[in-house]
């Protein structure tokens, strides 16, 4: 099934760059960004767009042809859009494909993000609908398929997942699956998270996942939505190379490339390169469009003309 659709020793890389950390309202049990538990995560505001292309410059050096972008929130404010679409094109410039996480969005922010040039969006549905009320309960399962929905019409390609080990069943594992199976159209990129579980949360003392059942659901979710890259997301730090190994045969094929994502850690990038070299998987390549690129110099351009102190605000207010 993997191999019809994508080279089996290619693996997409990309790297997750937290813009506005901490202070999210919202009650995620797994999440130690959420301004309701004491994690001892310390907030920070959101970083200056030339902050973040720098982050993406460091990212590309490295390796990454995705760069992507995670910020705190329940949803954009209309004050943050013009900050983040900057930091879009900013990126696009570099010849980088593009993605963020900013929590719910209307059709009026999908559309903005995606005439900026987004390529990805990133919008979990963490578990299975049955499950989720025992996870979240400040947004509902519809409020994540209405955000979905709102980037696929907006011509964006949709990037979305969920979190094993969080005390679900394996009926859940498989409802979640479903749900990404059974949307109009695949999601082009799954993230599979195994809980990474942080003191202070909720789930902090939760049981471990037998590893074999996240092998299991990384295999079905290639089964599934076999033209879908399948990511390795959190919880690759707690994973030895056997495991991972496993992973990448089941048919993962992307993975997070960086010491840290957004508030945990990551395995180290030259640890990751080693792997790769021991298992014989090459990085798969990106090819710069060039129509995007001159979308994002143009983009960059006007940000230019607009510079002033004003423009680069506090947005942590």
């Known amino acids: 099934m993997h191999r019809q659709f994508f080279d089996p020793n290619q693996v997409q890389i990309s790297t997750l760059c937290s813009i506005k950390t901490g202070a999210c309202p919202e009650d995620c049990a797994y999440c130690p960004q959420s301004a ?15 902050s973040v292309l720098e982050e993406a410059k460091a990212a590309k050096a490295s390796g990454a042809t995705r760069f992507c972008m995670g910020a705190a929130w329940r949803s954009p404010k209309k004050k943050d859009m013009p900050y983040v679409t900057a930091m879009v094109a900013g990126v696009k410039s570099l010849g980088l494909e593009t993605c963020m996480t900013l929590g719910m969005l209307d059709q009026a922010q999908a559309q903005e993000l995606s005439d900026a040039g987004l390529d990805y969006y ?13 996870i979240i309960t400040t947004r ?6 209405d955000t979905l ?19 679900e069943d394996e009926g859940d594992r498989a409802g979640l699956l479903l ?13 599979v998270n195994m809980l990474v579980k942080v003191e202070g949360t909720p789930l902090a003392d939760q049981a471990d996942l037998d590893p074999f059942d996240f092998i299991r659901t990384v295999a079905v979710a290639r089964i599934m939505m076999p033209a879908s890259h399948v990511r390795l997301s959190a919880g690759r730090e707690e994973m030895n190379e056997q495991m991972q190994a496993m992973a990448f045969m089941a048919g993962a094929n992307s993975i997070f490339y960086g010491e840290k994502l957004l508030t945990t850690p990551n395995p ?5 390169m080693q792997l790769f070299k021991r ?10 469009n060039e129509d995007d690129t001159a979308h994002a110099e143009t983009l960059m351009a006007a940000v230019a003309e607009a510079r002033n102190d004003q423009f680069f605000y506090n947005a942590a207010k």
């Open 36 to 50: 309701r538990y004491d994690t001892g995560l310390e907030r920070e505001k959101l970083m200056k767009v030339e």
């Open 122 to 134: 990133n919008h979990n549905l963490d578990t299975s609908p049955e499950y989720y009320g025992d």
């Open 140 to 145: 509902t399962y519809q409020d994540r398929l």
């Open 149 to 167: 929905g709102n980037v696929r019409e907006s011509g964006m390609k949709v990037c979305s997942g969920g979190i094993v080990g969080m005390g």
């Open 179 to 191: 749900q990404l199976a059974n949307m109009p159209q695949h999601p082009e990129s799954v993230p």
């Open 268 to 272: 180290e990038a030259n640890k990751d």
């Open 279 to 288: 298992l014989g998987i090459r990085r798969e390549e990106y090819e710069v």
